[in-house]
């Protein structure tokens, strides 16, 4: 089976910056992706690394370091509208995205 | 942008009822997916569909479920009788590949059963 722990609530203040972790145990891998989920709306592509390192897209980041089995997104600049819900995911095998239990942020003015 | 569609948006019934729920993917994708979320929990994944069959489901995806794609663009669920326990939003998804390929989600559909 697989298993992926992420802090249940992190909250922060705009301007600043935040870091949510995740770390996995699956039976297969095939990158570790990132999603955001506005309360009421769907979720929405964020990032994803299959390889060790840093990828960067404008104010958010995502790492990978597989020999951990972790990873991470930060946040940086934080915004009043980056309050969601932050989930971690992997793919064990081919076809199934296999969600963490998310990350509720909240960020304060 | 294309997105994916799901209609209704809101379905009630009732217990022991069937109920179908819609979704139309983005129509170059090849990849179609159901998840659910109960209030407050995290998404689950529920089955994947490709190639005109199921390639892969969950423990939830039982008997009571089935999945099909009657035409080239459509993508339904059915749930062939509900229980209370199956209150939850239904969330389609699909994508152009697999690996690390991003799945586009619908709005979601809320299902209510009393």
């Known amino acids: 089976g697989q298993s992926l722990e992420q802090p249940s609530e992190v909250t922060a203040v705009e301007g600043a910056i935040v870091q949510i972790n995740c770390t996995y145990q699956?039976?297969?891998?095939?990158?570790l992706s990132w999603y955001q989920q506005h309360d009421g709306g769907a979720p929405t592509f964020l990032s994803y690394?299959?390889?060790?390192g840093l990828e960067e897209t404008g104010r958010f980041s995502s790492f990978l370091s597989r020999s951990d089995s972790y990873g991470y997104l930060l946040l940086q600049e934080l915004q009043m509208k980056d309050s969601a819900s932050y989930f971690c995911?992997?793919?064990?095998?081919?076809?199934?995205?296999?969600f963490g239990g998310g990350t509720r942020l909240m960020v304060k003015p | 942008e294309p997105e994916v569609t799901q209609t209704p948006s809101h379905q009630v019934t009732q217990m022991g009822q069937e109920v179908i729920l819609r979704c139309v993917p983005i129509?170059?994708?090849?990849?179609f997916y159901w998840y659910r979320q109960i209030l407050g929990q995290k998404v689950e994944f529920l089955v994947s569909?490709?190639?005109?069959?199921?390639?892969?489901k969950s423990e939830i995806f039982d008997d009571q479920f089935s999945v099909e794609r009657p035409d080239g663009s459509n993508f339904t669920l059915k749930i062939r009788s509900t229980k209370l326990e199956d209150s939850a939003m239904y969330f389609c998804?699909?994508?152009?590949?697999?690996?690390?390929?991003?799945?586009?989600f619908g709005n979601g559909t809320r299902l209510t059963v009393t």
């Open positions: 998804a699909s994508s152009v590949g697999t690996g690390g390929s991003p799945l586009h």
């Open positions: 699956t039976s297969g891998f095939y990158g």
């Open positions: 690394n299959a390889l060790d």
């Open positions: 995911a992997v793919r064990p095998r081919g076809y199934m995205l296999t």
């Open positions: 129509s170059n994708h090849l990849y």
């Open positions: 569909f490709y190639n005109n069959e199921i390639s892969e």
